[in-house]
């Protein structure tokens, strides 16, 4: 009977004899762990969520303020800290 090396077929080597083990590899029989979820983009905050009435003409800030008066108070408010234009404050009384 003729003597069957390492490699026969029927056995697998050890490792670090002919392969290299892959230390990211999925064991047999085991679904590889789900891939990460991607991460959420962080909430803005209420203040970057304001609108900024100095952006706007006094036209856009006053049809804003028509669609959205529960909003009415915060966009006075930093129109009174930024370009305090008269035409928009005086009408607030």
């Known amino acids: ?10 056995s697998v080597p050890p ?6 083990a892959n230390p990211n590899a999925t064991p047999a029989g085991q679904e590889p762990p789900p891939e990460p979820a991607a991460e959420a983009p ?11 009435p100095s ?3 006094v036209a856009e800030v006053q049809a804003y303020l028509a669609e959205h008066p529960d909003e009415t108070d ?4 930093l129109e009174r800290a930024g370009k305090a234009r008269v035409t928009l404050l005086d009408k607030e009384n």
């Open 42 to 52: 962080p909430e803005e905050t209420q203040e970057s969520e304001a609108y900024d």
């Open 15 to 20: 490792t670090g004899i002919g392969r290299t």
């Open 74 to 77: 915060a966009v006075l408010d």
């Open 55 to 57: 952006d706007y003409t």
């Open 1 to 10: 009977m003729s003597t069957l090396g390492p490699w026969d077929g029927t």
